[in-house]
């Protein structure tokens, strides 16, 4: 029997016996009663699912938006680059989960990044401030002279050697 709405088309529920010819007239119009019965509850059933997801992509979203509205009331807030940075982190935690989170900016006379800022969340971690990383070979070399995201499923340490 189809299973069907006045809206889409939803797949068909079938039914079978061993006997032949088990079927009367009767019995495939009350099968097909059935099948529009069931037509609607599977319809209801999927628009539900489909709002739920819905509205569970929403809150995502506007978790985020939050988040980045936060990050935009930080960076417009705080004129001192470690309350920014502090800032910024703490809006960034709530929504992701880091190992660490490092500023690290241009310095135009080693033409090298510097470390500024670091948030290790456990507290512990392989970078301190004012670290020099190189352009090469470190992911924020490669972030800063692309202009494009580094993204990274492990840190290889022949591809990076350099200390970070």
Known sequence: ?????ALRRLGALAFGSARDAAY??????????????????VDNA???QSSQSAQQQLAREHHILRSLLDVNNAVISKLELRELFAAITACLHRV??????????????SSQLRIHA??????RGFLH???VLPL????????????????????DPE???AEV
Request: proline share 8%; charged share 20%; glycine share 2%.
């Open 96 to 109: 992701m989960q880091f190992a660490y989170i490092s500023l690290a900016l241009y310095d135009r006379e």
């Open 24 to 41: 009367s007239e009767p019995d495939v119009e009350f099968l097909q009663q059935v099948a529009k019965q069931v037509a609607v509850a």
């Open 129 to 131: 401030e004012d670290i």
């Open 159 to 161: 591809r990076f050697p």
């Open 1 to 5: 029997m189809p299973i069907t709405t």
């Open 46 to 48: 999927l628009n539900y």
């Open 136 to 155: 090469e070979n470190t992911p924020s070399g490669m972030a800063f002279t692309s202009s494009k995201p580094v993204l990274l499923k492990s840190i």
């Open 118 to 123: 670091l948030d290790f969340p456990d507290g």
